[in-house]
């Protein structure tokens, strides 16, 4: 299989997430312009994304949603268990922690932390919750391949220095601060005034 | 100016967001390669992006932060005031209400629903609360543009049609379910198992 550039993979996991909802839609097949609108790409890119993977190609016609799923499943390694932590148990940190559809993505939250003994003690959860200093260790003694980050944004970069640290392979930072981490760490941020800013600017343009 | 494409304006503006972050960092420079990095695209593509812009050309130099961050507000008109609403008052909503951030970037929580009385009692905020009835009233008074929906994922596309009717002109769903909207409404997903899945693609490709 050839090497994937990193903005199509990231472009092929929305393919991924689309193709999922419409599946459990019962639609069966989907185009290439269709999957461009949703994720906001030309359907060339879509196109040219899709080319990347090791499915046989489908020139010109629909793609079968069970079947493209798969190949960006497999070539993605995206059927592979990983486990993540959640950092910050504040109101979106325990949002997160009670949702219970990550798992039948093969994503298991592993282990809560805070700086707030109370907080540990009061949230109900079946996770495991831990004082922030056990944060290493129960990085290294579990396997956690993820940090989601959302705490306060001006601990984000102390906690995201800790994961580093760690030997953490991915952060998800959902606070407003700005977080740096070396080149091997991939990091995504979750900004809702992102998402805000890019409804008004295509809101603006429609006008 | 030229239109910008629409996948261009999506670009343009997580520049922008990155652009407000290293400038508050106190950084005074780019290029487009640490653009490019940052927002997952090609350092081609960020030039291209940002050749859509009024901004005069500046050939193979790093860019102006303060610059070109005054011309993709300009061109994408995010310095105009837009009113949001949310409706769904749980963990999240009740963090995305509680957020002072969005005032400087222009915009402003105009109203919060829910389908609980009790829950629009307890709540306190600065922001007006109502029941969900109240919502196309509310929202054709207000000049409200963008709904926010945070309900759970069964009330998500009832919600939507709602909104639609309202004559809404954006929608960011923070639920699981997939939302229809007509052609005309723009519409944004934040989806943390899509977020959860992108990293760990991108972990695998690392390996």
Redesign the interface.
Known sequence: MK?????A??R???I??LLE??E??GIKTVSSTQIGKNI???NA?VRKDISYLSMPNVAGRDYDIAKLKKYIGQD???F?P?K?CLIGL???G???L??E??KE?G?EIAAGFDVSLNKIEMIVSQVSLHLIHELESIIGSKGI??GIICTPPEAAQDIANKLVRAKI????NCT?A?VSVPE?V?I?N?????????????????K
Chains 1, 2 share one sequence.
């Not at 090497?3 to 903005?7: A, E, V």
């Not at 392979?169 to 998800?172: E, M, N, Q």
């Not at 979750?190 to 429609?206: H, P």
Request: hydrophobic share 40%; aromatic share 10%.
């Open positions: 090497k994937i550039p990193l903005p993979i990231e092929l996991s929305n991924y997430g909802k419409l459990k839609s906001n790409a030309t890119t993605l390694k995206l592979q990983r993540a504040g109101r979106i325990t949002a997160i009670a949702y559809g990550f993505e994503f391949e993820i392979k991915g952060i998800i407003t700005m091997e991939i995504r979750i900004d809702y005034t992102g998402y805000l800013r890019i409804v008004s600017a295509l809101i603006s343009q429609k």
